[in-house]
């Protein structure tokens, strides 16, 4: 969806907040790291050569004397907590929180009150820079324009209308898609400005959904627009509580229950939102609120997670005492905001298109047992192999793998499909009369007839027939990931029937057929 024409956006940075999240002192060499990989680094590890999703072992490699430090969200959430309330009092009364470091706000409101965008830069920087912390600032006409002027030098104002313009020299990489990084520069499209003059209908059919919303991002289109419209009253939750709780314990239970709640009475509307808003009342009155983003993508336990992480901020800055009374919060909301129809992102694991409550209430306590990845579902994708026509994703998340093309897949096995796909393939060794292995030719040709076949290193039993060699050559546009392969099956005569891939003349059992 594009937004409406003229709207512009503000962005906040706060640069290396992870970093500073963690504490660490500013000419110390750190890196904050998650699942193996690089989220932030200091200025002086990064003038070491170290880089954001860099591994740890290259970064270590790269940097003597590292100091490696696992990502804390929840400490990031609550030390980014007074830097949310100092804006909103003193600049903005109402932003996004896009991650704790980086907030969004419509800018159009804001800069006519304090007399121009200009005027609106130099008083959110001076708000947070009062706490102690770095910030730049970008505006810009849409949210992905807006945070890449902030990272400019001391941040930006990038023209009404010259977006397209202005991210025109920037290079490809700079949109944060793996796939188009590699494969645009080996069409000679090394910069946004000529991703940009492809037309969308050729970047749709070679490049699927990934690369057309890039595209979009591209030719300086808002895709999402950043908005503070009057939230989806009818689809509020909410709790009172009588006494007031002034624990924050039992306010995420309850926050669980009504994130539950709330994803039903959004899901028997048959709509999802793009943030959700939490109100949180006190014993005397007063009104806080919090807006996360969601985009139908967190989970119950998610939401509460987010809003244990501002009432512990909260709680421990002070901001829920009351002066000479009880302490406590009174009542607590939840807000659904950027209502839009569900195209039902979770499927179920027998072909319902959403999942039963109940089924992710069980799923998630598996999970929190056994492991994330404990409890998966199925999501088809496109592909010719057995193995690549569908992913397993762990319940609860938002498949961010590639999106299912239904092709025509040429090349692809025809039915009947094996009744096994091996998830790591096994090593095999198919010869021929002399004991010699059988190799395979540019033009598909057998350079002796198959007579044995072993797996996994084991005695190999006579072949009584085959199919094939076909020849198939996958993800031609990906260097890292292209390869020329041939594919056979194979019976033999113990009643198997296999099939067969040979990659860089070695043979490998990909499948059985029972």
Same mark, same amino acid.
Not at 219 to 229: F, K, L
Not at 238 to 257: K, N, Y
Not at 484 to 498: E, L, N, P, S
């Given at each position: 969806?594009?937004?409406?024409?003229?709207?512009?956006?503000?962005?906040?940075?706060?640069?290396?907040?992870?970093?500073?999240?963690?504490?660490?002192?500013?000419?110390?060499?750190?890196?904050?790291?998650?699942?193996?990989?690089?989220?932030?680094?200091?200025?002086?590890?990064?003038?070491?050569?170290?880089?954001?999703?860099?591994?740890?072992?290259?970064?270590?490699?790269?940097?003597?004397?590292?100091?490696?430090?696992?990502?804390?969200?929840?400490?990031?959430?609550?030390?980014?907590?007074?830097?949310?309330?100092?804006?909103?009092?003193?600049?903005?009364?109402?932003?996004?929180?896009?991650?704790?470091?980086?907030?969004?706000?419509?800018?159009?409101?804001?800069?006519?009150?304090?007399?121009?965008?200009?005027?609106?830069?130099?008083?959110?920087?001076?708000?947070?820079?009062?706490?102690?912390?770095?910030?730049?600032?970008?505006?810009?006409?849409?949210?992905?324009?807006?945070?890449?002027?902030?990272?400019?030098?001391?941040?930006?104002?990038?023209?009404?209308?010259?977006?397209?313009?202005?991210?025109?020299?920037?290079?490809?990489?700079?949109?944060?898609?793996?796939?188009?990084?590699?494969?645009?520069?080996?069409?000679?499209?090394?910069?946004?400005?000529?991703?940009?003059?492809?037309?969308?209908?050729?970047?749709?059919?070679?490049?699927?959904?990934?690369?057309?919303?890039?595209?979009?991002?591209?030719?300086?289109?808002?895709?999402?627009?950043?908005?503070?419209?009057?939230?989806?009253?009818?689809?509020?939750?909410?709790?009172?509580?009588?006494?007031?709780?002034?624990?924050?314990?039992?306010?995420?239970?309850?926050?669980?229950?009504?994130?539950?709640?709330? *994803?039903?009475?959004?899901?028997?509307?048959?709509?999802?939102?793009?943030?959700?808003?939490?109100?949180?009342?006190?014993?005397?009155?007063?009104?806080?609120?919090?807006?996360?983003?969601?985009?139908?993508?967190?989970?119950?336990?998610?939401?509460?997670?987010?809003?244990?992480?501002?009432?512990?901020?909260?709680?421990?800055?002070?901001?829920?005492?009351?002066?000479?009374?009880?302490?406590?919060?009174?009542?607590?909301?939840?807000?659904?905001?950027?209502?839009?129809?569900?195209?039902?992102?979770?499927?179920?694991?027998?072909?319902?298109?959403?999942?039963?409550?109940?089924?992710?209430?069980?799923?998630?306590?598996?999970?929190?047992?056994?492991?994330?990845?404990?409890?998966?579902?199925?999501?088809?994708?496109?592909?010719?192999?057995?193995?690549?026509?569908?992913?397993?994703?762990?319940?609860?998340?938002?498949?961010?793998?590639?999106?299912?093309?239904?092709?025509?897949?040429?090349?692809?096995?025809?039915?009947? *499909?094996?009744?096994?796909?091996?998830?790591?393939?096994?090593?095999?060794?198919?010869?021929?009369?002399?004991?010699?292995?059988?190799?395979?030719?540019?033009?598909?040709?057998?350079?002796?007839?198959?007579?044995?076949?072993?797996?996994?290193?084991?005695?190999?039993?006579?072949?009584?027939?085959?199919?094939?060699?076909?020849?198939?050559?996958?993800?031609?546009?990906?260097?890292?990931?292209?390869?020329?392969?041939?594919?056979?099956?194979?019976?033999?005569?113990?009643? *198997?029937?296999?099939?067969?891939?040979?990659? *860089?003349?070695?043979?490998?059992?990909?499948?059985?057929?029972?």
């Amino acid at each position: 969806m594009i937004g409406l024409a003229g709207a512009r956006v503000v962005v906040v940075w706060v640069p290396d907040f992870p970093v500073l999240a963690c504490g660490a002192a500013d000419d110390a060499p750190v890196a904050v790291v998650y699942r193996d990989a690089v989220v932030a680094c200091s200025a002086s590890a990064r003038a070491a050569g170290v880089r954001r999703r860099m591994r740890v072992r290259t970064a270590l490699a790269r940097c003597h004397g590292l100091r490696v430090v696992e990502r804390d969200l929840a400490a990031e959430v609550r030390r980014f907590e007074p830097v949310i309330r100092r804006v909103e009092e003193e600049v903005l009364p109402r932003l996004e929180v896009i991650r704790p470091g980086l907030i969004a706000a419509p800018a159009r409101g804001a800069s006519r009150y304090w007399g121009g965008e200009q005027q609106l830069r130099v008083r959110l920087v001076d708000a947070v820079t009062g706490l102690g912390l770095p910030a730049q600032v970008g505006i810009a006409g849409s949210t992905f324009v807006a945070a890449l002027a902030a990272r400019r030098e001391t941040g930006m104002i990038v023209p009404a209308g010259e977006d397209a313009a202005w991210l025109s020299p920037y290079p490809v990489g700079v949109l944060g898609v793996p796939r188009l990084t590699e494969l645009l520069p080996q069409l000679g499209i090394r910069t946004i400005g000529a991703f940009a003059r492809l037309p969308a209908g050729r970047v749709a059919e070679r490049l699927g959904v990934d690369g057309l919303a890039a595209h979009r991002i591209a030719r300086g289109e808002v895709t999402r627009p950043v908005t503070v419209q009057v939230p989806g009253e009818d689809y509020a939750v909410g709790r009172e509580f009588e006494p007031a709780e002034a624990r924050v314990d039992p306010l995420v239970f309850v926050a669980v229950e009504l994130a539950d709640e709330l *994803h039903v009475r959004l899901g028997g509307a048959g709509v999802v939102c793009a943030r959700v808003e939490a109100v949180v009342e006190t014993t005397d009155g007063r009104s806080m609120t919090r807006l996360f983003r969601h985009e139908g993508r967190l989970s119950s336990r998610a939401v509460a997670e987010r809003l244990r992480g501002v009432l512990s901020a909260w709680s421990e800055a002070g901001v829920l005492d009351v002066p000479g009374g009880e302490p406590g919060v009174r009542r607590l909301v939840l807000r659904p905001e950027g209502l839009a129809p569900d195209a039902g992102r979770q499927q179920a694991f027998a072909g319902e298109r959403d999942t039963p409550v109940e089924v992710e209430r069980a799923a998630a306590r598996v999970q929190a047992m056994l492991g994330h990845r404990a409890v998966t579902r199925i999501t088809e994708t496109g592909g010719r192999g057995p193995s690549d026509r569908i992913r397993l994703v762990p319940v609860g998340d938002v498949d961010e793998g590639p999106s299912r093309m239904d092709g025509p897949w040429l090349g692809s096995l025809p039915a009947p *499909h094996p009744a096994a796909v091996y998830p790591v393939r096994r090593a095999a060794r198919l010869t021929g009369p002399d004991g010699s292995l059988v190799g395979v030719s540019g033009r598909m040709e057998l350079s002796a007839e198959p007579t044995s076949l072993g797996i996994d290193g084991r005695r190999g039993v006579e072949v009584t027939g085959w199919a094939g060699p076909w020849p198939l050559l996958e993800q031609w546009w990906d260097r890292e990931g292209v390869r020329r392969i041939a594919r056979m099956q194979v019976t033999t005569d113990d009643g *198997h029937a296999w099939l067969l891939l040979v990659d *860089h003349s070695r043979w490998w059992v990909e499948a059985h057929y029972g």
